[in-house]
C-alpha cells in the first residue's frame, strides 16, 4: 500500500492549526472577575455586609471594614443598619470572641449595635445581626451607617476614614 502525501498533508495541516488555536486559549492572560465587589477599592476602610441566608425564615448580616492600603486596627465601634422591615424583622446580635457588643432596635427597621476590642479589630467580622426573614430570599435592601471608630493604637477617630462616598458593599461572601 502506498501513502499519498498529497491526500495526509491537508490533515496534517488542520491538526496543527488546531493545535495553534489550542495553545492560544491556554496562554491569553487570566483577567479579574469582572463581578467581583472589591476589585478596585480606594484606600480606607469600606463597609461590607455579608449577607447569607439560612434556609427560608433566617437571615444573616455580616458586619466587616475592609482595610485598603491602611493598617489601621479598630479598638471600638458604634454603627446602625437599617433594613426593609417588609423582609425582615431583627432576632439578635452576636459578637465575635475579643469584642464585648451590645445591639438596640431603635425603631423597627433601625437597629443599633455597639461594641469594643481590647486587643483590637483588623479584618475580620465586627457583629453578625440575625434575621427572621418574611419573604422568599432576593435582594435585600440595607444601609449602614459607621458613627464612630476608634483606633486601636492611638484611640483615634477613625470615622473619616471610612470611604466617603462608597457604597455599602453586599456581598455574599467575605472581604479577603
Same mark, same amino acid.
Given at each position: 500500500?502506498?501513502?499519498?502525501?498529497?491526500?495526509?498533508?491537508?490533515?496534517?495541516?488542520?491538526?496543527?492549526?488546531?493545535?495553534?488555536?489550542?495553545?492560544? #486559549?491556554?496562554?491569553? *492572560?487570566k483577567?479579574?472577575?469582572?463581578? %467581583?465587589?472589591?476589585?478596585?477599592?480606594?484606600a480606607?476602610?469600606?463597609?461590607?455586609?455579608?449577607?447569607?441566608?439560612?434556609? *427560608?425564615?433566617?437571615t444573616?448580616?455580616?458586619?466587616?471594614?475592609?482595610?485598603? /492600603?491602611?493598617?489601621?486596627?479598630?479598638?471600638?465601634?458604634?454603627? /446602625?443598619?437599617?433594613?426593609?422591615?417588609?423582609?425582615?424583622?431583627?432576632?439578635?446580635?452576636?459578637? *465575635?470572641?475579643?469584642?464585648?457588643?451590645?445591639?438596640?432596635?431603635?425603631?423597627?427597621g433601625?437597629?443599633?449595635?455597639?461594641?469594643?476590642?481590647?486587643?483590637?479589630? %483588623?479584618?475580620v467580622?465586627?457583629?453578625?445581626?440575625?434575621?427572621?426573614?418574611?419573604?422568599?430570599a432576593? /435582594?435585600?435592601?440595607?444601609?449602614?451607617?459607621?458613627?464612630?471608630?476608634?483606633?486601636?493604637? #492611638?484611640?483615634?477617630?477613625?470615622?473619616p476614614?471610612?470611604a466617603?462616598?462608597?457604597?455599602?458593599?453586599?456581598?455574599?461572601? *467575605?472581604?479577603?
Open positions: 500500500m502506498k501513502l499519498n502525501l498529497f491526500r495526509i498533508r491537508p490533515a496534517f495541516a488542520l491538526a496543527a492549526l488546531a493545535l495553534v488555536a489550542a495553545c492560544q #486559549d491556554v496562554v491569553q *492572560p483577567q479579574a472577575n469582572p463581578g %467581583d465587589p472589591f476589585a478596585g477599592l480606594k480606607g476602610l469600606h463597609p461590607v455586609l455579608v449577607v447569607t441566608e439560612a434556609g *427560608p425564615v433566617t444573616y448580616a455580616e458586619v466587616r471594614l475592609r482595610r485598603v /492600603q491602611t493598617s489601621a486596627s479598630i479598638a471600638s465601634f458604634q454603627a /446602625q443598619l437599617a433594613y426593609d422591615t417588609a423582609q425582615l424583622s431583627v432576632l439578635g446580635a452576636d459578637f *465575635p470572641a475579643g469584642v464585648d457588643g451590645a445591639w438596640h432596635e431603635v425603631s423597627p433601625q437597629v443599633r449595635f455597639a461594641g469594643a476590642a481590647a486587643g483590637g479589630l %483588623d479584618d467580622t465586627m457583629a453578625t445581626l440575625r434575621f427572621a426573614s418574611r419573604k422568599p432576593g /435582594q435585600r435592601t440595607f444601609s449602614l451607617d459607621f458613627q464612630e471608630l476608634v483606633g486601636a493604637n #492611638d484611640f483615634s477617630d477613625l470615622a476614614m471610612v466617603a462616598g462608597a457604597p455599602l458593599i453586599v456581598s455574599a461572601y *467575605p472581604a479577603r
